[in-house]
């Protein structure tokens, strides 16, 4: 079982303290067993993978904040997507340590020095969102599970929790998600078969589909990072697919000026929804709620909704 390296710390407030007849002011009252009262504290080394959230250093939970401060060192990786609110400097003031950014042959081919780090010191491993929705990640943590390198996981809110929450569709009625890529990325013009495969099925069956939208980080294809739009998603799928099709646009989850927008997907590409990240949800039945989610939350028109009600 994993345990805090910094055991020396006391698990109390300042100014309190606690023996097996000195319970701590202001809490419950418990007694510590005598016989354990002095036992050294056991370190136990272990492979943290920390995800934070989705906008900024400040969006990590408690309990992942925890684990960073308790590191002896910090890896991360930002290819699969990143906080559009802070960089690797601001999460190092924040938390108080450097991070090792790894790019993807540097988790995927070699991630020999994050595993050899975490075979003799505690060591995190940071991602934007939910840091097991990758199956990167989880491979990275297989690998170190089979080095007898123990792992715990730390969760946080994720696009999907968001997409849900922010336009008032049921997560539920969610059914398989797709990425579209650039069309650069897949080697072929306009949207790929197995996208518009997957809205389909999730349409015959009354189901939402959530679209993540491409990302290239150090791409030598592209000057710096690029970041699909939510319009330019939805003109692909306005010309490659359906024009008329409901879209709902979630733009910059998890940030105070997060925004969401419901219109037909070639509304959409015409609209400008500013900085990443930006998702695309197209959505299948709707419940009644779910379509009053969308006109008071999102702006959908009326008579497009009315096309969709359940």
């Known amino acids: 079982m ?32 005598v016989a354990f009262s002095n ?41 699969t997507s990143r906080l559009v609110g802070a960089d690797v400097a601001d999460l190092e003031a924040y938390h ?95 949207v790929p078969s197995s996208v518009v495969d997957t809205i389909e099925s999730n349409r015959d069956r009354g189901l939402h589909t959530l679209c993540y939208l491409d990302i290239k980080v150090d791409h030598p294809r592209v000057d710096g990072d690029e970041y699909m739009t939510a319009s330019h998603a939805a003109g692909l799928l306005a010309d490659h697919w359906n024009p008329d099709a409901l879209g709902v646009v979630v733009a910059r989850a998890g940030a105070p000026d997060a925004t969401v927008r419901a219109d037909r997907l070639a509304a959409l590409a015409d609209e400008d929804f500013g900085d990443p990240l930006h998702l695309l949800v197209v959505p299948g039945d709707l419940h009644h709620v779910e379509a009053d989610a969308l006109a008071g939350l999102a702006d959908a028109p009326a008579d497009v909704l009315d096309e969709y009600r359940d």
């Open 96 to 190: 108080g340590i450097d991070v090792e950014v790894r790019d993807r042959a540097g988790v995927e081919q070699d991630p020999e020095p994050m595993l050899s780090a975490a075979e003799t010191e505690d060591v995190v491993f940071l991602t934007a969102g939910d840091t097991m929705i990758s199956t990167t990640h989880v491979d990275l943590r297989l690998r170190a599970e089979d080095r007898g390198v123990e792992t715990r996981v730390i969760h946080a809110p994720t696009a999907e929790s968001a997409a849900s929450s922010l336009t008032g569709l049921q997560n539920y009625r969610f059914g398989k998600a797709t990425t579209l890529p650039f069309e650069w990325a897949h080697g072929a013009d306009g």
């Open 2 to 33: 994993w345990q805090p390296r910094n055991t020396n710390r006391s698990a109390l407030p300042p100014g309190h303290s606690c023996s097996s007849d000195n319970p701590p002011t202001g809490g419950p009252r418990h007694r510590v067993p």
């Open 39 to 79: 036992l050294p504290a056991v370190r136990i080394i272990v492979l943290t993978f920390v995800g934070l959230g989705l906008y900024d250093e400040r969006s990590v939970t408690v309990a992942g904040a925890d684990a960073i401060a308790a590191a002896d060192r910090a890896f991360a990786e930002f290819y």
